[in-house]
Structure formats: C-alpha cells, structure tokens
C-alpha cells in the first residue's frame, strides 16, 4: 500500500510564508512526477506546481516568482515553499504523485490535504 502525507499548512499573514512537505511511503519503487493542487471554496482544484524525477519544474503563472517546487527522491518527499503569501493563495493543498509499486503497478495517488489560509 502506498500513502502520500502531507505535512506544513496553518493560518499566516499576508507577506508570510509557508513550507509544505509530502512525504511518500510504502511499498514505493519508484516515484515519476509529483506536484502540488490546490482548491479553494467553490473552485475547481488547479495546478500549483509540478516536478519531474529529474527536477524540471513547472508553475502556474498565481505563483511564479513566489513558490518554490522542490524534492528529495532518498526520502520520497516533495516540498512547496510559499514566499509573499495572498490572501488568494487560501486554500486546500493536495500532494500528488506517480508511483510504481513494488508490482511494478504505476498509479497515480493523492495526499489527504493540508489546509492553508492567508489572513490578518
């Protein structure tokens, strides 16, 4: 069984910041893509950010400049640092990942989520 846990949400001011980690365990092989979703209130989840096994990255254009995507393969572990936070940013964050199991099965498998709230 695989299980993605996520780790780092809570309430910070406008301008703060924030560090996320989704940590990966179980019987992983090995793990492809990972990335972070957010949904707020009456949206649709979306995209954050995503990496590749080797580290390329990919952003949304919210984000660019202010959060930083970023992962250790040893610990199957993904992180999200969040600089200059907005009260836009509030919303539930979801881990995502590509993983083969020890069956060589390929899945694809969600973190339980972890709220952030940006707010004075």
């Known amino acids: 069984q695989v299980q993605l846990v996520e780790s780092g949400g809570g309430l910070v001011q406008p301008g703060g910041s924030l560090r996320l980690s989704c940590a990966g365990s179980?019987?992983?092989?090995?793990?492809?893509?990972m990335g972070w979703y957010r949904q707020a209130p009456g949206k649709q989840r979306e995209l954050v950010a995503s990496i590749t096994k080797g580290g390329s990255t990919n952003y949304a254009d919210s984000v660019k400049g202010r959060f930083t995507i970023s992962r250790d393969n040893a610990k199957n572990t993904v992180y999200l640092q969040m600089n200059s936070l907005k009260p836009e940013d509030t919303a539930v964050y979801y881990c995502?990942?590509?993983?083969?199991?020890?069956?060589?099965?390929?899945?694809?498998?969600w973190g339980q989520g972890t709220q952030v709230t940006v707010s004075s």
């Open positions: 179980g019987s992983i092989f090995s793990i492809n893509a």
């Open positions: 995502n990942a590509n993983i083969m199991n020890f069956s060589l099965a390929r899945g694809n498998y």
